[in-house]
Nanobody, 124 residues
Framework: QVQLVESGGGLVQAGGSLRLSCAASGRTFSRDAMGWFRQAPGKEREFVAAITGSGGDTYYANSVKGRFTISRDNAKNAVFLQMNSLKPEDTAVYSC?????????????????WGQGTQVTVSS
């Protein structure tokens, strides 16, 4: 059974940083694309960042570009999201997702594996 478990969320002041982690078990994602998505209350789920299976290419939503960095450690079967210069509008539940294949996408429906999410709250 494939499981993705996020950690690292919490409460932080605007301008602060958090590092989210996503640990995978039940399947090795070392050659598969991974992504981060978020959903704020009353809003639809939105794409945050994605990384190809090889780790050679990364993609970001315009709203987080330059502030967030996605990375992966295939030896640990994990993916990370470093979030800097956080803003109140970054407040949401952040979920990691995995899909078969190297190609990364911004569309959530292309990902077949999901974690339960971790809450990130940024206070002003």
């Amino acid at each position: 059974q494939v499981q993705l478990v996020e950690s690292g969320g919490g409460l932080v002041q605007a301008g602060g940083s958090l590092r989210l982690s996503c640990a995978a078990s039940g399947r090795t994602f070392s050659r598969d694309a991974m992504g981060w998505f978020r959903q704020a209350p009353g809003k639809e789920r939105e794409f945050v960042a994605a990384i190809t299976g090889s780790g050679g290419d990364t993609y970001y939503a315009n709203s987080v570009k330059g502030r967030f960095t996605i990375s992966r450690d295939n030896a640990k079967n994990a993916v990370f999201l470093q979030m800097n210069s956080l803003k109140p509008e970054d407040t949401a539940v952040y979920s990691c997702a995995g899909r078969y294949g190297n190609a990364a996408y911004s569309q959530s429906w292309k990902y077949g594996f999901w974690g339960q999410g971790t809450q990130v709250t940024v206070s002003s």
